[in-house]
């Protein structure tokens, strides 16, 4: 059988399973277990796939990332978080609003979820803004869309499965994405400022701070700045060379007790707590990449990623349009499915041609982490959006429409670092050297 055909046959196959909510590590590995059996007639390959797979150096930091942010979160080293920042930024048009974007970007570098940080930040933020009488869109929207800084801003696990699966240094994924991180936090909050200067009914303006309320805000402020000078210590020493990603993940790990042990918030039933969320999470990512990993050998095998990667690149389609059809996907996957799933089910067709076209592997590596935000926050079936409306308890039209706007924004940003690479690239580039 040709391989385009077996291709779209597999597909077919995978994306029946997915409809019938087949959890998607069971759908990829049977969908590569039925490949090797119908066409090679040899399944006695497939348990020797997860052993090499795992066996990676780099998927160890997946758990310990993982634990580090269960540590700082569950012992409650970022309360006060949102209340420390509310204090600054009361004098600034839409208020508390912009507390919303900042606390979901500092939120983002601890925990690396996007649903988790859209939760925790919002289930503070949502009934305080309520009672201040807040517009109900603009609220949610700002949660929604900030909650997707968490898998953009690093430390991120999705940066983590996808270098490893590109071959690229995750440290350069780190850097690539803080940047845009950033610009795209600073973009949400000149969308509230513009906002909230246009229509003042949207964020009534708050009593300004005292000098008294700001010094104990930034008393507030100090008690965070252990969580924080962890985070600057990890990618600090990721980014200087002293570290690899797993070594900072464990130093990450074990400064985060102490920070614990210091502040008297340790117990046993909170690493418990902690140890048990990190598994599941642990678990269910590395399940995920196996899955993938057989798919992706039975493709291997039978030169599927070659055969599509030539009939792309001979098609005559410019460079623009593959990485643009590509990014279409990706948003519409986004809708349905996490990104560390979207990114391990596409990789062995979809990395190929990347590389065949000659586009810097970092790079996109960053394009797919926002092509896949934006379809957390795509209507109708985005997770955020669910995430948000569980928690709010608003009508979900109203969650929908307080985050078009961002939505919008989202799109832009992503054209914008689409035809202006150098603003993913200029960091990394200037940490680990030019394609080094």
Known sequence: MEPLALAGISFLVLFILLFLGVKVGISLAMTGCLGFFLYQGNPGLVPLIPYRTLDSFVLTCVPLFILMGEILVLSGATEGLYKACSKLVTRIPGGLLHTNIITCAIFAAISGSSPGTAATIGSVAIPSLKERHYDIKIILGSIVAG??????????????????????SVGRLFAAGIIPGISLGGLFM?????????????????????????????????GLLPSIALIFLVLGGIFAGIMTPTEAAAIGCTFS????????????????????KTLQTTCMILFIVVGSSI??????????????????????????????????????????????????????????????????????????????????????????????????????????????????????????????????????????????
């Open 147 to 168: 909650g997707t800084l968490g898998i953009l801003i690093p430390p991120s696990i999705n940066m983590i499965v996808y270098g490893m699966l590109a071959e690229v």
């Open 190 to 222: 000149l969308y509230i400022l513009y906002s909230a200067i246009r229509n003042k009914k949207i964020a009534p303006r708050d009593s300004r701070s005292s000098q008294k309320e700001i010094v104990f805000s930034l008393k507030d402020f100090m």
């Open 257 to 276: 007790l102490f920070i614990v042990l210091a502040l008297r918030k340790f117990s046993w039933s909170l690493l418990g707590r902690a140890l048990a």
């Open 295 to 436: 798919l992706a050998s039975f493709f291997s095998r039978t030169g599927i990623p070659t055969a599509v990667a030539e009939l792309v690149i001979n098609s005559g389609v410019s460079k623009l349009a593959v990485i643009l059809s590509i990014c279409i996907v990706y948003v519409f996957l986004g809708c349905f499915i996490d990104p560390t799933s979207i990114i391990v089910m596409t990789a062995s067709t979809v990395l190929p041609i990347v590389k065949e076209l000659g586009f810097d592997m970092v790079w996109f590596g960053v394009i797919y982490v926002l092509t896949a935000e934006i379809g957390m926050i795509t209507p109708p079936m985005g997770l955020n959006l669910f995430v948000v409306q569980g928690i709010s308890k608003e009508n979900i039209v109203k969650v929908i429409q307080g985050s078009i706007p961002f939505l919008f924004l989202m799109i832009i940003f992503l054209g914008i670092c689409i035809w202006f690479p150098s603003l993913i690239l200029w960091l990394p580039n200037r940490l680990f050297g030019i394609g080094s």
